[in-house]
């Protein structure tokens, strides 16, 4: 049972899908995203954007726009092969990519003969070795010519836009998709070959009550799903303007979130699922869940994921590249991103440039979220021994020596925790979603 301290949830922190966080971004030295990739070997993995939805929801906070306007998709998709084809001129043969995720928005927001091409493309010019393939998919527009692009393209992973299954809260977020929707699409994503199968699901959405969520994380049992995402919907209108529409005084108060965060840890624990991470869970045999329990879980701009490789590349808009020792985020205009990719050059100009002190940070926060301990260097643990006492008094976090270990009842106090290592976070005051 997680203990409830609201006063250390009061102060909003960041997801840390990366260290330091992309509200840390700052313009960087020309070319020195191309420069890294001509440097980089060994395993890579690709992200590949794809910046359209047919319908927009009130909630999201994705770089998406409505897939309607033909001209602008069909130029974007252009824009993305030109950007394609110059990455991979740039990275050496030794690089050998072996994961390729779509997201977006939503991937099946263009048309399955323009993903096809993009999958034979992605073929053609980069370097594939046993890659394993994953897509994003809106339950609302998948169909059966979809399915079978999935097919043909050999994914394996797929990750469902669901939600939740309560309808009046559905219509609250603008996602209404029936529950005989969802299941079709998981048909079809079983029959052309996914073998894990995950679905984003909310809490404290509004008028979302505890009951809604049983309901919804009951029938998500029952459906099969090999992995759940257990996100708590961050409203934050004055950074995403469509969140506007969203009435705030139908919104859970807090009391109310840390209950639903704790009661869908609960179920998903009680029917199998092991936990992975503080909102991941998985049933046992899927890949994600054996990197949790053999100690190889990652965490990057996807969330947790088994992935190894140290390299990430983004294509398309806003999409973010990571190395060991910066990290670099594409054009986030689609307009921008469209006019300079087509011209044969690589839009990145605004990211951060790793120091050794970050790296060393970073491993102590990746730790911490993916394996619940992580060992401190001595002045590390100097500076913060005083901060981290609440917590350690509380039970939430252990200390022998220099481990720090998150305690089962601090689990929803992880990224609290983690926050108090991030310098950056005395030098902004840019808003966070809630701590849960």
């Known amino acids: 049972m997680w203990p409830y301290y609201p006063d250390l949830l009061e102060t909003p922190?960041?997801?840390?899908?990366?260290?330091?966080?992309?509200?840390?971004?700052?313009?960087?030295?020309?070319?020195?995203?191309?420069?890294?990739?001509?440097q980089t070997t060994g395993d890579v993995s690709l992200y590949i954007h794809i910046p359209f939805c047919e319908k927009i929801c009130f909630y999201c906070g994705c770089n998406t726009a409505a897939s309607g306007r033909r001209q602008r998709v069909e130029s974007y998709l252009n824009a993305l092969h030109t950007q394609i084809e110059t990455v991979a001129k740039l990275l050496p043969r030794e690089a050998s990519v072996r994961r390729i995720a779509f997201g977006g928005g939503s991937p099946n927001a263009i048309l399955p003969s323009e993903f096809i091409e993009l999958v034979d493309a992605l073929n053609r010019h980069f370097w594939l070795r046993e890659t394993q393939w994953s897509i994003e998919i809106d339950p609302r527009t998948m169909t059966g010519e979809w399915a079978d692009a999935i097919a043909e393209a050999g994914i394996t992973r797929a990750s469902l836009g669901v939600q939740t299954f309560a309808a009046h809260c559905q219509k609250a977020i603008g996602r209404e998709q029936g529950d005989g929707l969802i299941c079709r699409t998981i048909d079809w994503l079983r029959d052309a070959g996914v073998t894990s199968l995950n679905f984003d699901l909310m809490y404290g959405l509004p008028h979302q009550s505890e009951e809604?969520?049983?309901?919804?994380?009951?029938?998500?049992?029952?459906?099969?799903a090999d992995r759940i995402a257990l996100f708590g919907?961050?409203?934050?209108?004055?950074?995403?303007?469509?969140?506007?529409?969203?009435?705030?005084s139908a919104l859970p108060d807090k009391d109310a979130r840390f209950a639903m965060a704790r009661q869908g840890y609960e179920y998903l624990a009680d029917q199998g699922y092991q936990a992975v991470g503080f909102d991941h869970f998985a049933l046992p045999l899927d890949p994600v869940a054996v990197a949790t329990r053999n100690g190889t879980l990652n965490r990057n701009f996807q969330g947790f994921t088994d992935d190894p490789a140290p390299v990430l590349l983004g294509l398309g808009s806003s999409a973010i590249n990571v190395f060991p020792d910066l990290i670099v985020q594409n054009e986030k205009n689609s307009g921008r991103y469209r006019m300079v990719s087509s011209q044969g050059r690589l839009s990145a100009t605004n990211g951060i440039v790793r120091s050794a002190r970050d790296q060393m940070i970073g491993k102590v926060i990746k730790g911490l979220l993916c394996q619940n301990t992580a060992e401190l260097s001595p002045c590390l643990l100097a500076a913060h021994r005083e901060s981290l006492m609440i917590f350690l008094l509380r039970d939430l976090a252990r200390l022998n020596g220099l481990t720090l270990t998150i305690t089962p009842e601090g689990l929803p106090y992880a990224r609290t925790i983690s926050s108090l290592f991030d310098p950056y976070r005395e030098e902004t005051s840019r808003r966070f979603s809630s701590a849960i």
Do not use: M, N, W
């Open 233 to 248: 919907y961050a409203h934050v209108p004055h950074l995403i303007a469509r969140q506007r529409v969203i009435d705030e």
């Open 13 to 38: 922190v960041p997801r840390y899908t990366s260290y330091p966080t992309a509200a840390d971004f700052r313009e960087l030295p020309p070319r020195v995203l191309e420069k890294r990739i001509e």
């Open 212 to 224: 809604d969520l049983a309901g919804t994380l009951e029938y998500a049992s029952l459906l099969g």
